[in-house]
């Protein structure tokens, strides 16, 4: 049974820090690009950031860059998504995504956790 399971969010501050943890079962996680998605309320889905599989190359939108840091520990299945300087706008249900590394399989191999809740305010 495949499941990605976030935790780590909460309320912080302008300005503070918050880690995302996505754990992972049920797949060869090594085989998976994991990326972080955000929704805030009335607003689109939006790719925070991502991480290959292998190499760990790395990708963020410009709202997010300089803050905000993914990582990946494949040897504990888990991916984390470590945010600084927080802003009210980033203010959101944060989602881990894991999708396969090869394309033609991406669509049918393609999981979602169930989102951790993320505001900053003072």
């Known amino acids: 049974q495949v499941q990605l399971v976030e935790s780590g969010g909460g309320l912080v501050q302008p300005g503070g820090s918050l880690r995302l943890s996505c754990a992972a079962s049920?797949?060869?996680?090594?085989?998976?690009?994991m990326k972080w998605y955000r929704q805030a309320p009335g607003k689109e889905r939006e790719l925070v950031a991502h991480?290959?599989?292998?190499?760990?190359?790395?990708n963020y939108a410009d709202s997010v860059k300089g803050r905000f840091t993914i990582s990946r520990d494949n040897a504990k299945n888990t991916v984390y998504l470590q945010m600084n300087s927080l802003k009210p706008e980033d203010t959101a249900v944060y989602y881990c995504?894991?999708?396969?590394?090869?394309?033609?399989?991406?669509?049918?191999?393609?999981?979602w956790g169930q989102g951790t809740q993320v505001t900053v305010s003072s």
């Open positions: 995504n894991a999708v396969h590394k090869i394309a033609a399989m991406a669509s049918r191999y393609n999981y």
């Open positions: 049920g797949f060869t996680f090594s085989n998976y690009v």
């Open positions: 991480i290959t599989a292998i190499s760990g190359s790395t």
